[in-house]
T-cell receptor, first 114, second 115 residues
């Protein structure tokens, strides 16, 4: 099992550009999450999904969009990149919801917006 | 709103010694979990240990244990017999039992292991 994989590992964007961060998991998990980690801070939840076709906002959803067409994939879309979106982005998955189910994290994508 | 505070930005410990990382939180909820995550230089977040709020017994995972003081809203992590591989950022996190959108992380404590 590869677990949770994310691509790309690094990316530099210009202001106003768009991009999609890819996230795939091979554990057949229903729940998937996107977090951002700003320098010197903990993770903040952007969006999450409880299953294919269902997505919900987290704490910091503005400027992002997600979709969940399959169980395996949960891409995160930035439409108009802004410097405030410079961060490290983590995708995670869990078998079910609830705090008792462990989240498994991907290795992260470091995004810089100039 | 829930908050998680880690008051020690950095700590150092001699190899084979014991170190305790502090975490306090604030909540009005009764059902929740607390976690300690490790983030090594590879950036991958790894779950170290978790504690259910309704359990009085402190969680233990090998060399890692917690001191959970529910009334004081304190959740410290003790690492015994520190090893070089323990060097990392450690994050304390709070999660509501019944809400998937409420996961709060502290700012982290960077732990250095001195050989």
């Amino acid at each position: 099992n590869a677990g949770v994989t994310q691509t790309p590992k690094f990316r530099i964007l210009k202001i106003g550009q768009s991009m999609t961060l890819q996230c795939t998991q091979d554990m057949n998990h229903n729940y998937m999450y996107w977090y951002r980690q700003d320098p010197g801070m903990g993770l903040k939840l952007i969006y999450y999904s409880v299953g294919a076709g269902i997505t919900d906002k987290g704490e910091v959803p503005n400027g992002y969009n997600v979709s969940r067409s399959t169980t395996e994939d949960f891409p995160l879309r930035l439409e108009l990149a802004a410097p405030s979106q410079t961060s490290v982005y983590f995708c995670a998955s869990s078998s079910a919801g609830g705090a008792h189910n462990e989240q498994f994290f991907g290795p992260g994508t470091r995004l810089t917006v100039l | 709103a829930q908050t998680v505070t880690q008051s020690q930005p950095e700590m150092s410990v001699q190899e084979a010694e014991t170190v305790t990382l502090s975490c306090t939180y604030d909540t009005s909820e009764s059902d929740y979990y607390l976690f300690w995550y490790k983030q090594p230089p590879s950036r991958q977040m790894i779950l170290v240990i978790r504690q259910e709020a309704y359990k009085q017994q402190n969680a233990t995972e090998n060399r890692f244990s917690v001191n959970f003081q529910k009334a004081a809203k304190s959740f410290s992590l003790k690492i015994s017999d520190s090893q070089l591989g323990d060097a990392a950022m450690y994050f304390c996190a709070y999660r509501s039992e019944n809400r998937d959108d409420k996961i709060i992380f502290g700012k982290g404590t960077r732990l250095h292991i001195l050989p």
